[in-house]
């Protein structure tokens, strides 16, 4: 299981961190502005932004923010009310960046697919 270790939500800023099993650390960012889009990056040493992993803009589509918690909500479960809910509840089974990286491709070929 993962653990969030950061988590700010505001009118300014919406980022958190997360902290997987296999000790890798990540930032999730969401961005209304000038296109609704998430960034998710890797941390070096748990702090320092590393490299960019996974990348997602929304340019052009409209109630992008009600589409992107779709993108990451299953059928079943409760729907979360902001993306980076969202994100944070379908990568809570991921150990490791890879598998994340899988989770978020996979839940983007299902939001381009529909």
């Not at 300014?12 to 999730?28: A, T």
């Not at 960034?39 to 748990?46: A, N, P, Q, T």
């Not at 923010?65 to 809570?92: C, G, Q, T, W, Y």
Request: aromatic residues 8%; hydrophobic residues 40%.
């Amino acid at each position: 299981m993962s653990k969030v270790t950061a988590y700010q939500n505001t009118d300014r800023v919406c980022f958190c961190h997360i902290k997987f099993e296999s000790r890798e650390r990540i930032l999730v960012s969401i961005a209304n502005v000038p296109m609704p889009g998430i960034k998710v990056i890797k941390l070096l040493f748990g702090i320092i932004p590393y490299k960019t992993i996974w990348e997602f803009t929304a340019a052009g589509e409209k109630r992008a923010h009600k589409k992107m918690i779709e993108m990451f909500s299953d059928r079943n479960s409760h729907k979360a009310k902001h993306p980076l809910d969202a994100i944070i509840v379908k990568l809570a089974p991921c150990r490791s960046c890879g598998e994340a990286i899988w989770t978020l491709r996979e839940a983007e070929e299902k939001f381009r697919g529909a």
